[in-house]
């Protein structure tokens, strides 16, 4: 089981980024997927989610900016990134999970067992 993201940079405040997680060793289908991004200082927190049919989950910082997407045809799982801000700076990682499980203050990828080894993101004037 192996992920590998990509895409990560450096963009301007209000610009995109793509990022890419290729995964090898299973199919994407048979999982909940999920991006996570560790900030300078904080601890490494839950972005989005996409259950197995692909529903989506964000949390609100990222809403109506971000958009998790994935292709099972060439295994691959996506985030695009628009609106970017300084806040939104850190390493983005992906991670493989069995499900998402939504309570009262949101939902979270649930048995989560790989990682990648991140891509950074930059946003800088």
């Known amino acids: 089981v192996q992920l590998v993201e990509s895409g990560g940079g450096v963009v301007q405040p209000g610009g995109s980024l793509r990022l890419s997680c290729a995964a090898s060793?299973?199919?994407?289908?048979?999982?909940?997927m999920g991006w996570y991004r560790r900030s300078p200082g904080r601890e490494r927190e839950l972005v989005a989610t996409t259950t197995k049919g692909g529903t989506p989950y964000y949390v609100p910082s990222v809403e109506g900016r971000f958009t998790i997407s994935r292709d099972n045809a060439k295994n691959t799982l996506y985030l695009q990134m628009s609106s970017l801000a300084l806040r939104d700076i850190g390493v983005y990682y992906c991670a493989r999970g069995e499900g998402v499980g939504c309570y009262g203050n949101g939902c979270h990828l649930s048995g989560v067992d790989a990682w990648g080894q991140g891509t950074q993101v930059t946003v800088s004037s």
């Open positions: 060793g299973f199919p994407l289908n048979d999982y909940a």
